[in-house]
């Protein structure tokens, strides 16, 4: 998803704020300011979206034929309405997968699935992104893809060609 004119005026702070994004910018580097926004940082953040195909792969299967029927009812439920995707950046869809897999019957699906719906930043993401950042404490991202080269240019250069001020 393309940035807003909002992202473009707040990334372009974080990047001045940040000592490697501006050596970047001052050196006027479109192609590697691109690359550093759009290359991975240690910055952990919930996912937006996991299929559940791919929930299905987290869960134990000794743990799922262990459940009650009121916890694989509750699991249905949460297929139904999902259309085929999750939101795990919602505390009440972790919270559901919490409930389901609580006690003994989860102790191998409840941190498979924890890990699923978490995964690593970009540094555009990072820079964006509300929270702590860390696994234990994943932060909220508020923008999920890549800066385009055209993005980067205009994080650096302004309409008559000059740098950004710094």
Known sequence: MPLTDT????LRAKVIADPAGLLLLRA???SGLNSWLNGASTFIGWKTSISLADVGDAMNASEVVG?????????????AYSNGYINPSRQDRRDAF???????????????????????????????????GTSVAPGALTFEGDVSFVETTGIIYKDDGSIWPN
Request: aromatic letters at 4%; zero cysteines; glycine letters at 10%.
């Open 7 to 10: 992202q473009v005026t707040q």
């Open 28 to 30: 006027g580097n479109v």
């Open 67 to 79: 459940l009650t029927a009121i916890k694989l009812q509750a699991l249905q439920v949460i297929s």
């Open 98 to 132: 919490t409930q389901v897999f609580n006690g003994a019957g989860g102790n191998v699906t409840r941190p498979a699935i924890d890990a699923a719906f978490k995964r690593a930043a970009t540094n555009a993401e990072r820079l964006l992104a509300t929270g702590t």
